[in-house]
């Protein structure tokens, strides 16, 4: 089945914007400091992203295919981050299909740094799994990993983080926060937090938390005149607005056209 394009994005009003769903490429390359935007298709894909020495790059990663989609796609980006680059990843997987996303970010030189940001929800029967594979190679590299699934319906939400530091990364630190946010009570969600530390001289942690919305932040709305479904939407896409912030600053548009889509499937 085709997938059935934003016309936002045929004006090619994006900077830097990569569009995978009607273009081919397995590999891209970043040597400037810059904000990117990669849409990605609907099917099986292997994308391949190098970020050059001294390049601070924001990325944002979207999965947004309209309609409905029996198959299941898998994607897998490999990451490489040369020496002093920054790689600030923004992932949000929109779609409504079964899709399993797998980043494996390799801080290959020293002075690397990752900052990873996903928000994902999985709705109706749909099943989506993440895996998340940070690989320290090198001394005074850092990755900050943050996940959020929201997971209602019969959907199943899957995250897994694997922070890998690796023998000769010295002073290098790893940190992981996963969240599964369950909003019915036939919804499945399962994390799985890892951390593989071959080196003495390090800081690590992580984080997990499968849960229900906080009762008490919706008693608190509710008391300042929202009702419990606009309480609901309002938190849930407190979860989506850094990806959201950083489209609308250079799409309006497209941003708003995302966060009618999430409302959506919220309620």
Do not use: W
């Not at 081919?24 to 298709?41: H, K, P």
């Not at 020293?110 to 928000?119: I, M």
């Not at 992981?176 to 499945?188: M, P, V």
């Amino acid at each position: 089945m085709s997938q059935k394009l934003n016309p936002v994005f045929k004006k090619n009003s994006l900077p830097n914007h990569f569009d995978l769903r009607v273009q081919d490429q397995s590999l891209i390359e970043y040597s400037q400091s810059q904000t990117s935007f990669i849409n990605l298709n609907s099917q099986h894909q292997n994308l391949k992203i190098n970020v050059k020495r001294d390049t601070k790059l924001e990325l944002v990663i979207i999965v947004d295919n309209s309609g409905s989609y029996e198959n299941e796609a898998k994607i897998i980006c490999q990451i490489n981050l040369e020496e002093n680059a920054h790689l600030n990843l923004k992932y949000a997987d929109l779609s409504n299909q079964n899709i399993e996303f797998e980043a494996l970010i390799n801080l290959k030189e020293p002075n690397s740094s990752l900052n990873f940001y996903s928000a994902v929800i999985a709705a109706q029967k749909f099943e989506k799994k993440i895996f998340i594979n940070p690989v320290h190679l090198a001394r005074n590299t850092t990755s900050d990993i943050v996940s959020y699934t929201i997971i209602k319906d019969y959907a199943l939400g899957l995250v897994k983080c694997a922070s890998d530091i690796r023998k000769g990364s010295t002073n290098s630190e790893a940190h992981q926060e996963l969240r599964l946010l369950i909003l019915d009570s036939t919804a499945k969600a399962h994390s799985d937090p890892i951390l593989l530390i071959d080196e003495n001289d390090i800081v690590a942690s992580h984080a997990n938390a499968i849960g229900m919305l906080d009762q008490e932040q919706i008693f608190y709305l509710n008391s300042r005149g929202l009702s419990k479904i606009e309480a609901q939407e309002l938190l849930i896409l407190g979860y989506f607005d850094p990806i959201l912030e950083t489209i609308k600053i250079h799409n309006p548009e497209y941003a708003q056209i995302i966060l009618e889509g999430l409302k959506e499937k919220i309620n």
